[in-house]
């Protein structure tokens, strides 16, 4: 059915990939409002799904002509980069996705590598933050994306060396007292700052720069009662934290700091049993989104049944290895059953 | 979710847009994600596609812009058109900061609005951004954790104290303004955040000098309100590490949150001059408090007793704090094997 439904997973629950897989499937024959709106995201979602597809051991769920296709239609000649749809501006998020999603579809021949290099770079300012695009908007984000965009382009030499000491100082810069990073520097400590700054810093190989103690124990303290994780402290548990929060702590090689079983059945209580797709926590909508990390989350805690994700580039680790691109990060065994 | 599009009239039957030819959505050759629009969302775009590569900067186009990021006020790429629009007519910024006011109301939220805000502020540069820093204010109150809000705040003080325009009178009131907000809500962690930024790290922050006793005296006193508040933890033992300071002289006043037969415990010298715990504790405070438990066993090993510490962290594993039995699994090795 084309609007969204509810989770209704009981506490018993496996994850039921099939179904999930037909969710992704079937997400382009929406025919809603909310959909259309959310274009300016529409090359992010199926960089999710893609990956979610490719987790749960199934890369060819999408058509991959019609995805590489669409990628290629997203190319914003002007700026020399992906905007998130057609006709949208060129963005580095969009960037990063559509490289992502030529990579799992070996097509990443067809970019204008040269060109998309040269975006990237241009998106360095002086005191070593990242602007979004030539608009100006600046996130700990976009540094992420900058290093990974550049990292799987095997572009990431042509940083200049000042320039890459610069976004080092600047990434410092953002961590705060308690051992976590925020969005610039001074911003509150954040998750999703914190998965982004940590796995910048492992592409950099400045992983000492993370006070690994200080920031672990933040980030197992996001677990609540329920198993969930938060964003920081006194806010409410939400699926897309047991990515930000697992892969980072995976990171810092302390996975062991997670209640397992606990993250393990909220993740599956999110759950919609009846159409597929993962909410932020049970009972609520799904999305294509909380169905990535959740798949992601469960991948990391060693679920059975699904393919390893790597950390720092939330992309099949097969990839990533292929490429030589891993950086040390922990892992669980990943279990034959479960319970 | 459904839009009424009873009474709408299409932009080619009105006059002003006569001399537009309008560019259809293009979804590529072989959409996987075809797009089904409503009708005037459609219609909005497919003039404004028209307008953007002709590059009309005009009052229409503006209007188009405004009638689209209404109904997604995500779209970058519009957001970005009607900047470039708004200056080039040399339309007066301050109104167009009203009507994100109104933006706000309608709760019409994205990093775009705020991207927005902040170019307008940057472009207004005024001489006192005080009222922009009131508006600011204001809008945290019916939304007391937004993080978007919280970094604009942080943006807006660092860019005006750059060009030499925050007094140090403001710098107080923000303080005092701050602690209101924890004084509504002990538990705002942004709210600690961004005293943090005002005592401790921005540029004149006295804390260092001649604060230090008052900062630990505040936290302190919010511990004793919510023992069990975590941003009030995370704030005291960011301090101590921070300045340098050993754990052990503030121990007695977290002993009591630690549960240890009052038998075992000492007794508070009378020459203690910080803020100590209520006599009896707040009523709802369940006992112990994981993190003054790991506040006590690091003072322990600060002392070199480390098998007591080790101990400490066994009880929270395996009694006070099980989901983190990881964590403190590690502490007590760590003790165990130094």
Same mark, same amino acid.
């Given at each position: 059915?084309?609007?969204?439904?509810?989770?209704?997973?009981?506490?018993?629950?496996?994850?039921?990939?099939?179904?999930?897989?037909?969710?992704?499937?079937?997400?382009?024959?929406?025919?809603?409002?909310?959909?259309?709106?959310?274009?300016?995201?529409?090359?992010?979602?199926?960089?999710?799904?893609?990956?979610? $597809?490719?987790?749960?051991?199934?890369?060819? +769920?999408?058509?991959?002509?019609?995805?590489?296709?669409?990628? !290629?239609?997203?190319?914003?000649?002007? +700026?020399?980069?992906?905007?998130?749809?057609?006709?949208?501006?060129?963005?580095?998020?969009?960037?990063?996705?559509?490289?992502?999603?030529?990579?799992?579809?070996?097509?990443?021949?067809?970019?204008?590598?040269?060109?998309?290099?040269?975006?990237?770079?241009?998106?360095?300012?002086?005191?070593?933050?990242?602007?979004?695009?030539?608009?100006?908007?600046?996130?700990?984000?976009?540094?992420?994306?900058?290093?990974?965009?550049?990292?799987?382009?095997?572009?990431?030499?042509?940083?200049?060396?000042?320039?890459?000491?610069?976004?080092?100082?600047?990434?410092?810069?953002?961590?705060? *007292?308690?051992?976590?990073?925020?969005?610039?520097?001074?911003?509150?400590?954040?998750?999703?700052? /914190?998965? /982004?700054?940590?796995?910048?810093?492992?592409?950099?190989?400045?992983?000492?720069?993370?006070? /690994?103690?200080?920031?672990?124990?933040?980030?197992?303290?996001?677990? !609540?009662?329920?198993?969930?994780?938060?964003?920081?402290?006194?806010?409410?548990?939400?699926?897309?934290?047991?990515? @930000?929060?697992?892969?980072?702590?995976?990171?810092?090689?302390?996975?062991? @700091?997670?209640?397992?079983?606990?993250?393990?059945?909220?993740?599956?209580?999110?759950?919609?049993?009846?159409?597929?797709?993962?909410?932020?926590?049970?009972?609520?909508?799904?999305?294509?989104?909380?169905?990535?990390?959740?798949?992601?989350?469960?991948?990391?805690?060693?679920?059975?049944?699904?393919?390893?994700?790597?950390?720092?580039?939330?992309?099949?680790?097969?990839?990533?290895?292929?490429?030589?691109?891993?950086?040390?990060?922990?892992?669980?065994?990943?279990?034959?059953?479960?319970? | 979710?459904?839009?009424?599009?009873?009474?709408?009239?299409?932009?080619?039957?009105?006059?002003?847009?006569?001399?537009?030819?309008?560019?259809?959505?293009?979804?590529?050759?072989?959409?996987?994600?075809?797009?089904?629009?409503?009708?005037?969302?459609?219609?909005?775009?497919?003039?404004?596609?028209?307008?953007?590569?002709?590059?009309?900067?005009?009052?229409?186009?503006?209007?188009?812009?405004?009638?689209?990021?209404?109904?997604?006020?995500?779209?970058?790429?519009?957001? #970005?058109?009607?900047?470039?629009?708004?200056?080039?007519?040399?339309?007066?910024?301050?109104?167009?900061?009203?009507?994100?006011?109104? *933006?706000?109301?309608?709760?019409?939220?994205?990093?775009?609005?705020?991207?927005?805000?902040?170019?307008?502020?940057?472009?207004?540069?005024?001489?006192?951004?005080? *009222?922009?820093?009131?508006?600011?204010?204001?809008?945290?109150?019916?939304?007391?954790?937004?993080?978007?809000? @919280?970094?604009?705040?942080?943006?807006?003080? $660092?860019?005006?104290?750059?060009?030499?325009?925050?007094?140090?009178?403001?710098? #107080?009131?923000?303080?005092?303004?701050?602690?209101?907000?924890?004084?509504?809500?002990?538990?705002?962690?942004?709210?600690?955040?961004?005293?943090?930024?005002?005592?401790?790290?921005?540029?004149?922050?006295?804390?260092?000098?001649?604060?230090?006793?008052?900062?630990?005296?505040? /936290?302190?006193?919010?511990?004793?309100?919510?023992?069990?508040?975590?941003?009030?933890?995370?704030?005291?033992?960011?301090?101590?590490?921070?300045?340098?300071?050993?754990?052990?002289?503030?121990?007695?006043?977290?002993?009591?949150?630690?549960?240890?037969?009052?038998?075992?415990?000492?007794?508070?010298?009378?020459?203690?001059?910080?803020?100590?715990?209520?006599?009896?504790?707040?009523?709802?405070?369940?006992?112990?408090?994981?993190?003054?438990?790991?506040?006590?066993?690091? +003072?322990?090993?600060?002392?070199?007793?480390?098998?007591?510490?080790?101990?400490?962290?066994?009880?929270?594993?395996?009694?006070?704090?099980?989901?983190?039995?990881?964590?403190?699994?590690?502490?007590?090795?760590?003790?165990?094997?130094?």
């Amino acid at each position: 059915m084309a609007a969204a439904s509810s989770s209704s997973a009981s506490s018993t629950s496996k994850l039921d990939v099939p179904l999930h897989i037909k969710y992704i499937q079937n997400l382009d024959k929406r025919q809603d409002l909310a959909f259309h709106l959310t274009s300016h995201l529409r090359l992010n979602g199926i960089y999710w799904g893609l990956t979610a $597809s490719h987790i749960m051991g199934q890369p060819s +769920a999408l058509d991959r002509e019609g995805v590489i296709e669409y990628v !290629l239609s997203c190319w914003d000649e002007e +700026a020399g980069a992906l905007g998130p749809h057609p006709n949208h501006d060129g963005h580095i998020l969009a960037t990063l996705s559509g490289i992502q999603i030529m990579l799992m579809e070996d097509a990443i021949d067809r970019i204008d590598v040269d060109s998309v290099t040269k975006f990237l770079l241009d998106r360095i300012n002086p005191d070593g933050s990242v602007s979004g695009d030539s608009w100006g908007e600046i996130d700990t984000r976009f540094t992420y994306i900058l290093l990974s965009s550049l990292s799987l382009l095997g572009r990431l030499d042509r940083v200049p060396q000042d320039k890459r000491e610069k976004i080092v100082e600047y990434i410092s810069r953002c961590r705060n *007292f308690d051992g976590g990073f925020g969005r610039v520097p001074g911003a509150e400590s954040h998750s999703g700052q /914190v998965w /982004v700054c940590t796995a910048a810093l492992s592409i950099l190989d400045r992983q000492d720069l993370i006070d /690994v103690p200080l920031l672990g124990a933040w980030l197992s303290e996001r677990q !609540l009662p329920n198993g969930g994780l938060n964003g920081r402290p006194e806010k409410l548990e939400d699926v897309c934290y047991s990515w @930000w929060c697992l892969a980072s702590i995976s990171i810092l090689g302390k996975l062991n @700091w997670i209640n397992k079983d606990k993250l393990i059945h909220f993740i599956l209580g999110a759950q919609d049993l009846e159409d597929g797709g993962i909410a932020d926590r049970p009972g609520d909508w799904v999305d294509v989104f909380h169905t990535i990390f959740g798949v992601a989350g469960l991948s990391l805690l060693g679920y059975p049944g699904l393919e390893d994700i790597d950390p720092v580039y939330c992309m099949p680790a097969k990839i990533i290895d292929k490429v030589g691109l891993r950086k040390p990060y922990a892992t669980l065994p990943r279990m034959v059953t479960y319970p | 979710m459904s839009v009424a599009t009873s009474s709408y009239i299409p932009l080619a039957e009105r006059n002003l847009w006569n001399d537009v030819k309008p560019i259809a959505q293009d979804d590529g050759p072989n959409p996987v994600v075809p797009i089904m629009y409503s009708e005037e969302y459609r219609d909005a775009m497919d003039y404004f596609r028209a307008i953007a590569a002709a590059e009309e900067r005009s009052e229409r186009a503006l209007e188009l812009t405004e009638t689209i990021i209404r109904m997604n006020p995500a779209h970058y790429t519009v957001w #970005q058109y009607r900047m470039t629009t708004l200056l080039e007519l040399k339309k007066d910024l301050e109104e167009e900061l009203q009507l994100m006011n109104e *933006f706000a109301i309608q709760n019409l939220k994205s990093y775009q609005v705020w991207h927005h805000r902040l170019l307008l502020l940057t472009h207004i540069s005024p001489q006192d951004p005080s *009222f922009e820093i009131e508006y600011i204010h204001q809008s945290l109150l019916p939304d007391p954790k937004n993080y978007h809000t @919280w970094a604009y705040l942080h943006w807006l003080y $660092s860019h005006f104290y750059t060009l030499g325009r925050i007094s140090e009178k403001q710098w #107080q009131d923000e303080l005092r303004w701050c602690e209101e907000m924890l004084r509504v809500d002990g538990r705002n962690n942004s709210a600690w955040g961004w005293r943090w930024y005002l005592r401790v790290a921005r540029p004149g922050a006295e804390t260092a000098k001649d604060g230090l006793k008052d900062e630990l005296n505040y /936290v302190l006193k919010s511990i004793h309100l919510i023992p069990h508040n975590v941003s009030a933890w995370n704030y005291l033992r960011g301090l101590l590490r921070h300045f340098k300071l050993p754990l052990t002289p503030l121990l007695f006043a977290i002993l009591p949150y630690t549960a240890r037969p009052s038998s075992t415990l000492p007794e508070i010298p009378q020459d203690f001059d910080f803020a100590t715990p209520s006599v009896p504790l707040p009523n709802d405070t369940p006992l112990p408090v994981p993190l003054a438990l790991e506040y006590l066993a690091d +003072a322990l090993i600060e002392q070199g007793s480390n098998a007591e510490a080790g101990e400490v962290f066994s009880e929270l594993s395996t009694q006070y704090d099980k989901m983190r039995a990881g964590y403190w699994e590690y502490r007590r090795r760590e003790c165990v094997e130094e």
